[in-house]
């Protein structure tokens, strides 16, 4: 099968496109590779999927880098013409719920006039099922927990969150209007090898190897649903051959906000376990045989208290859940910074 995965430069696009690739799918991997964070560690990932490319020594699935922004609406439209996909992972996002705050303009871009782009592109070319990338963050002012995909989600507290919102509603726009399969996907606070450098896990080895002071937010008193990075990948896989249907039944009134009657589908995708951070700080000053000096720090704007999956609609349907617990994701992660790193 062809696909298209963007963002296969980036930290699950990545994983997502080895795992195609190792089941003998073609994979043609779209990025900007920008410099939101250190563009060597994208060039990095990519130089571990030429194995399958034209100058690799892989005899299983097939991967092509392309170089392309999302907006860039002409280039996309024949990319989709050209390349003829079956199916489409679409993760590439500005992503950052701090950065938006400072650069709201580049989630415009990225994140709508982007998805905006993908789904034309599925529209006009017989797109089997796109699946894609939502967040947990939009679930915003919820307290209700574990958060449900039937629960509101119209009060997010950051643009970044918005943006992911608005994705899932223009998804349902399409798959309303157009009979285009699309599935959402909420992630929860993922984590593990070749992770991003601006969230926690690489900020706090940062600073701990260096001997610097790690800001603890909200004086430690958050929670997240860690998920590590293998099962995250293990359910996209899995997902992908699970294509929404029409459902003629289904009703605003009283059925649920994650499906339709068009071929709709959203999931959280998460552990379902939230940690507390104090606890996740813990395990990492364990694997990395250092103890961490901190700095408490308030709350910070956008950010929320904590983030807890529902995932049983995930498991029912694909039947995978969570098995990595925090320890072992944490010292996976070390090993790999360390190593990757020179630390």
């Not at 410099?35 to 560690?41: A, F, G, H, S």
């Not at 706090?204 to 800001?215: E, S």
């Amino acid at each position: 099968m062809k696909y298209l995965v963007t963002g296969a430069a980036g930290f699950i696009g990545f994983y997502v496109a080895q795992r195609l690739c190792e089941q003998g799918h073609t994979v043609v991997g779209l990025d900007n590779l920008n410099d939101y964070y250190d563009v060597n560690l994208k060039h990095a990932r990519l130089d571990i999927l030429k194995q399958y490319s034209d100058e690799g020594e892989s005899t299983k699935g097939t991967f092509e880098f392309v170089k392309i922004d999302l907006a860039n609406r002409e280039g996309i439209a024949e990319l989709f013409s050209a390349q003829k996909f079956e199916r489409v992972i679409h993760l590439a996002a500005q992503a950052g719920v701090r950065y938006s705050i400072e650069n709201p303009l580049a989630y415009a871009d990225s994140n709508l006039i982007g998805h905006l782009t993908i789904l034309e592109g599925c529209r006009h070319n017989n797109i089997q099922h796109l699946v894609y990338a939502s967040s947990s963050s939009v679930y915003g002012l919820n307290t209700k927990v574990p958060f449900s995909t039937g629960d509101s989600v119209d009060h997010p507290v950051s643009l970044y969150a918005a943006t992911k919102k608005s994705n899932e509603l223009m998804a349902h726009t399409y798959s309303h209007l157009y009979d285009i399969p699309t599935t959402g996907l909420r992630f929860f606070t993922v984590y593990g090898p070749w992770g991003r450098p601006d969230m926690a896990p690489m900020l706090f080895a940062d600073a701990i190897t260096a001997g610097r002071a790690i800001k603890v937010f909200n004086h430690g008193d958050m929670r997240r649903d860690f998920t590590y990075i293998d099962d995250i990948v293990e359910g996209i896989i899995r997902i992908q051959d699970v294509v929404p249907t029409k459902n003629t039944e289904w009703t605003v009134e009283h059925a649920s906000a994650a499906k339709s009657s068009a071929p709709y589908s959203i999931y959280n995708i998460g552990n379902g376990n939230p940690v507390k951070l104090l606890d996740f700080i813990e395990s990492m000053e364990d694997s990395l045989g250092v103890k961490a000096e901190k700095t408490l720090m308030p709350m910070q704007p956008g950010d929320v208290y904590q983030t807890y999956a529902e995932v049983e609609d995930l498991y029912k349907v694909t039947g995978h859940k969570a098995t990595v617990a925090i320890d072992e994701g944490v010292a996976n992660f070390v090993a790999w910074y360390k190593e990757f790193y020179k630390k």
